[in-house]
Every structure is written in C-alpha cells, then in structure tokens.
C-alpha cells in the first residue's frame, strides 16, 4: 500500500524565484492538503484540494497557489519567494467518502530561500 | 479563531509512563487529532478523539474532555524510540480537513 509521496525532498532557491512541490496521496485516497512548518513551530494549513478544486484555504498570500490532477496528485506552487518562506512543506491526504478527517503525511519537501 | 497550548518539553525515563497534555479555546470544534514527528520526518497519525472519554490504542492512549477543551496523550512502557515532537491539532466544525496544530511538545526518553 503506497504512502503519500512528495519529490523534491531538498530544494534551495534564492529570493524572487518560484517553486513547484508535488504531493502523490496513498492509494485510495482523493483529497489533498498542503502545510508549512516553521522549525520548531506546528504544521499550517495552507490549502486542500479535492476533485481539481481549492476547497479550503489558511492564512496564506496569493503566492502560495495550487492544482490538483485528475489521478489526485498534486503540485504547490510558490511565486516571489521570500526568506520566510524556508520551511518544510507537507503534504498530507485523506478521503472523503471515509469521513475525510485523518490525514496521512508525506514525508516532506524542505525549501530553503536565500 | 484557534488558540492551541501544549507544554514545549518534557523529559521522561525509560519504561515510565509521561501524560502530554493540550489544551485548546477555539471559535468551532470537531474533533483532536495526536501526531507523532521524529525529526526531520512527517507526522504519523496516533489518535483522533471526537467524543468525551479515553481511547486505548496499544501503550498509547488520548483522552478527550469537550466542555473542558482539554486533551491528554499518554504514553506506557516508554521506550528510546518514542523520544519525538507530539503534536495536538483540533479539526474544524462538520469536519474537514483544515487542521489547526499546536506548536508540540518534545519528548526526550532517558535511561
């Protein structure tokens, strides 16, 4: 049974660049959430996806944006980065139709901005 | 809006039983989720509480308490392995997927 999956594990990036992150969910499921954690700090809620929509959305600038595909994979795109943006992105899937609460993590994309 | 509070460290021997405790004031509630993150890994799922009471899972057990806005993990038979951050995150009314975490507790085993 295949976890959540994300590539890259590692990224660098300078200020003003962009940046794509991709999310596979686990086999069966259809919704995804993506999350930025802060060192130190919990993971927030930057936005879900389900059937190619954005469903919900957390406190996060037009520059975070995102996309489902229709095998329910997933890409977090982040314009005009900022030294505040290093973080490491999670992404994390549930489904819907299994009452959609318990998510299940992928392992991760560390972004570093300098 | 969600206000989460979780002690930041705690340190515990090994084979001892440590209580974590997490306590939320929110606008809504749905449910407490407990989390599980080595460093420098993804959080795993641990618990998820909805109604009032105390779920036993294996050494680990959460409890629930909705009119106190009080949660607790308790972790028996520690061992090295359990040394981790854990995280309380609290789901929004009717569900849904817009975790609010806390910022989680470090738990270091000892010898």
């Known amino acids: 049974d295949a976890g959540v999956t994300q590539s890259p594990t590692h990224l660098i990036k300078t200020r003003g660049q962009q940046v794509t992150l991709r999310c596979s969910p686990k086999s069966g499921h259809d919704t995804v959430s993506w999350y930025q954690q802060a060192l130190g700090q919990g993971p927030q809620f930057i936005f879900q996806y389900y059937e190619e929509e954005e469903r919900q959305r957390g406190n996060f600038p037009d520059r975070f944006s995102g996309h489902q595909f229709p095998n329910y994979s997933s890409e977090l795109n982040v314009n005009a980065l900022l030294l505040g943006d290093s973080a490491l992105y999670l992404c994390?899937?549930?489904?819907?139709?299994?009452?959609?609460?318990?998510?299940?993590f992928g392992p991760g994309t560390r972004l570093l901005v300098l | 809006g969600q206000n989460i509070d979780q002690p930041t460290e705690m340190t515990a021997t090994e084979g001892a039983i440590v209580q974590i405790n997490c306590t939320y004031q929110?606008?809504?509630?749905?449910?407490l989720f407990w989390y599980q993150q080595h460093a420098g890994e993804a959080p795993t799922f641990l618990s998820y509480?909805?109604?009032?009471g105390l779920e036993e899972k294996g050494r680990f057990s959460s409890f629930l308490s909705r009119s106190k806005g009080y949660s607790y993990l308790l972790l028996k038979e520690l061992q090295m392995k359990d040394s981790a951050s854990y995280l309380c995150a609290v789901s929004p009314p009717g569900g849904g997927n817009k975790l609010t975490f806390g910022t989680g507790t470090q738990l270091k085993v000892e010898l």
């Open positions: 509480n909805v109604l009032d």
């Open positions: 994390a899937s549930s489904l819907v139709a299994g009452g959609g609460e318990t998510q299940y």
């Open positions: 929110t606008s809504g509630f749905n449910g």
